[in-house]
């Protein structure tokens, strides 16, 4: 009898004494700095949606390499730490075994506004991904209604004052510089075909393109190149 007493005891006091086993909890806010895959756990590495350049979100959780970003105001997601820009200073609250239920005023975090300066390649390509969505139309030029992968490059450019020729492969013979694959930056573009250039694209960095691909489909967000695609032709810098 006096051993099963002394085992309710030591039961009732390790239900009394929780412990925190997860990532530290913090509140900050930032600014992601290219576009990149985001997972529903930075455990299993498990890809949930894309995140993308440019966008603020508040952070919430701080992982080893990953921070836990809250969208819509109710879904936490993780992303790696070197693609998010931190705005505010990051104030950790270290786990640690609460033995009382009774609430602690917060902590306030200090804030640090940093400035993130969008070059003009970045800030073509936040303007092109206002018209994912936009139905390829064959030589359409409105990135509302319907555009083509010319007149999509065509019709973005234009809004920062730069003009291209109108058909993909004037675009490679006559407008920007050529550029290597290692040099590509937010804002280049990406010529396809075979022996003639029949495709055009916008780099959007990440090894991504936004176009507009083909009959049937709309304005996307794609890999550079994947299996299928026509071979890449060339880079040009236009800006």
């Known amino acids: 009898m006096k051993n099963v007493k002394s085992i309710s ?10 412990v925190s086993v997860f990532g530290a909890e913090i509140s900050a806010q930032g600014t992601v700095n290219a576009t990149v895959r985001a997972y529903n756990s930075a455990q299993e590495l ?33 992303i790696e730490k070197e693609y998010i820009s931190v705005e505010k200073e990051v104030v950790k609250e270290e786990p640690k075994a609460e033995v ?6 917060p902590v306030k975090a200090k804030t640090t506004k940093v400035e993130v300066k969008k070059s003009k390649g970045q800030e073509i390509v936040t303007y092109a991904k206002k018209f994912i969505g936009t139905p390829y139309v064959y030589g359409g030029n409105s990135l509302t209604s319907g555009v083509d992968c010319s007149g999509f490059t065509q019709q973005v450019f234009r809004n920062f004052n730069v003009k291209l020729e109108r058909r993909s492969r004037d675009q490679y013979a006559s407008n920007g510089v ?5 040099d590509l930056k937010p804002g280049d573009l990406v010529f396809y075909g075979y022996s003639n250039v029949t495709h055009v694209a916008i780099y959007i960095g990440n090894e991504q393109i936004i176009h ?14 994947q299996r299928g695609d026509a071979p890449i032709m060339g880079y040009r810098r236009v800006i």
């Open 178 to 182: 050529a550029v290597k694959k290692s």
């Open 100 to 105: 009382t239920t009774e609430k602690k005023a």
């Open 212 to 225: 507009a691909s083909t009959p049937g489909q709309t304005v996307s967000i794609a890999p550079v190149w």
């Open 9 to 18: 005891v030591l039961l009732a006091t390790l239900l009394m004494t929780s």
């Open 46 to 78: 498990k890809e949930t949606c894309y995140i993308y350049e440019g966008e603020t979100f508040k952070i919430v959780e701080d992982l080893d390499g990953y921070y836990g970003i809250l969208i819509d105001d109710k879904e936490v997601v993780y």
